[in-house]
Structure formats: C-alpha cells, structure tokens
C-alpha cells in the first residue's frame, strides 16, 4: 500500500513538474518583445523565438509589440491667435524602439502621447489666425512631430508622422467662409464672362478690319486692273491710227511713185498731190492751206469737173 501511495505522488510530482517546465517555456512572436524581471526587478527583454523563465522567480512584466502603430486621438478644442475656437482630431504614427524605456519610462504611454499631442497642438494653433490654420497643415504638422518625437524619446518611442485629421470651425464661422467662397466663385464667373465677351468684341473688330483692308485691296487691285486695260486700249488704238496713217502715206507714196514711173507730168503729180491734201483734211477741216504752185491748178481742175457736168 505504502508503494503505491508512493509512486502516486511521484507521478504527481513529475506532472507538476512537467507542467511547470512547460509553463515555463514561452514563444515571442515576430515584431514582438517580452520585458522579464526577476524579483519584481528588470531583467532582460526577449525578441522573437523560444525562451524558458525561472519559475516563481521571473515572471513576464509586459508585451511589446515593435511594429508601426496608429494612434487616432479624439478632436481637441483649440483657440487660434484671433480667438477662434475649434476642434481638431490629430493621427500620430509611432513605433517603440526600446521596450524597455517604452515599460518603465511613464505610465500609460499611449495617454501620456495623447495628452503631449493635444497640448502641442494648443501651443502651435495659439501662435497661428484662423486663415493660417487652415492653410497651414503641412507646416503644422512638421512642428508637432519634431516637438512630439523628442519628448517621447525617453519613452522609447519613435514618432514617425503625425497628421491633423480633420479641423471644424464653428458654424458661424463655416457659413461664412461658404459665402465668401460662393461670392469669390460667381466673380470669378463674372470675370470670365466679361473676359469671354471682351474677347469676342476683339475678335469681331479683328475681323471687320481684316474685311475692310481685303475690301480695299480688293477695289485698288480692280482699279489698278481697269487702268492697265484703259491704258493698253488707248495703246492699241493709238497704234491702230498710228498705223493707218502709215498705211495711207504708204499707199500715196506708192501711188506718186508709179505715177512717176509711168511717165506723168508735173501737172498730173501736182493733182494728185491736191487730192492728198484733200484726202488728209477727210472733211474735218475747215480751212485748207494749199502751195501756191498747185493753185492754179486745182482752178484748172474745178473748171474741168464743170465742164464735164
């Protein structure tokens, strides 16, 4: 009896201390880390991998995880310099890189950041209108993260971005700012107009004097082609006379000239001379002048003609 009591509680010491031995063996995942203390005192920090404690005299003080965290912090109210009041909600990035600073530097990390946040953005808005803030988020953001980063470095705490989620001004203060903003949009639409108007006058006008100066050169071209066409007209009929005149003096010329060769006498040259002279004045002229050697002849030749009748 006393053999079988015995080895039962072996048994039971070997499960105690199988189960002590396998509570003791502990796994940290990835991107984490285990702070240890020993005797209520640190320790060491455990990474990724298996790790074996002491029981009853190590224990695992907290559970770090190393990976980029997201902190979306509630809107917070501000006063901007020009006594505005808003609420802004602000997102900080951030990633622990000493968990041993991050488990014993201040209690409650995740509020003590939340409460430097919102204290840093009260401090950064003060200095800053209304106008300012609003068109300043780069500016401000950039501020808050270099003010937020060093003061959580004894933290163990890696501020990476911080961002101003959203900014609410007061109703009073967003009615306004939309009606500025409907009036700045219907003169610039009143701008446009006018400008598309202007532009379409100029362009009109453009068109008008290019019409004329085309018209004008149209009417000097023509007129200049209907003084080319009067000119070479009276050219040609200028050459027209020219050469009648040469044709008739010709044609007498030939006609004194074989009357010469046929053996004629000087009256009969002279007669026919006359009748040069009369054939030039063609019943235009009034008053012939004729030589005085051809006078008596054309007496001569009057009587003939009235003879002959």
Not at 66 to 89: C, G, R, S, W, Y
Not at 140 to 167: C, F, H, Y
Not at 228 to 249: F, N, P, Q, Y
Request: aromatic fraction near 4%; include cysteine; hydrophobic fraction near 45%.
């Amino acid at each position: 009896m006393e053999n079988i009591i015995r080895i039962i509680v072996l048994a039971v010491l070997a499960i105690i201390v199988i189960a002590a031995l396998f509570s003791c063996a502990n796994v940290v995942p990835q991107e984490n880390a285990y702070v240890i203390e020993r005797f209520g005192r640190y320790k060491t920090t455990w990474h990724a991998g298996l790790h074996f404690k002491i029981p009853f005299i190590e224990r695992i003080s907290r559970r770090v995880l190393l990976k980029e965290q997201v902190a979306d912090f509630a809107p917070q109210p501000v006063i901007t310099k020009d006594n505005v009041t808003m609420q802004i909600d602000s997102v900080v990035y951030f990633k622990v890189m000493n968990p041993h600073d991050y488990a014993y530097g201040v209690e409650n990390p995740i509020m003590a950041m939340e409460n430097l946040t919102a204290t840093t953005l009260r401090n950064i808005i003060g200095d800053m209108t209304l106008d300012d803030t609003l068109t300043s988020r780069e500016t401000i953001n950039s501020q808050m993260l270099q003010t937020i980063d060093l003061a959580t470095d004894p933290w163990g705490i890696k501020v990476t971005r911080v961002e101003l989620k959203n900014i609410q001004p007061p109703a009073a203060i967003r009615e306004a700012m939309e009606k500025q903003m409907k009036a700045e949009r219907e003169k610039r639409a009143a701008i446009l107009t006018a400008e598309g108007e202007k532009q379409s006058m100029i362009l009109t006008a453009e068109g008008r004097k290019e019409s004329a100066v085309l018209e004008a050169e149209a009417q000097k071209r023509a007129t200049i082609l209907a003084a080319e066409a009067s000119k070479e007209k009276e050219i040609r009929e200028a050459e027209g006379r020219a050469e009648a005149i040469r044709t008739v003096h010709q044609a007498t010329a030939d006609g004194l000239r074989a009357i010469k060769e046929a053996g004629a006498d000087e009256a009969v040259i002279k007669l026919k001379s006359l009748e040069a002279f009369e054939a030039a004045a063609n019943g235009q002229a009034t008053k012939i002048i004729i030589p005085s050697e051809i006078q008596g002849l054309a007496g001569l030749a009057q009587a003939v003609k009235e003879s002959a009748k």
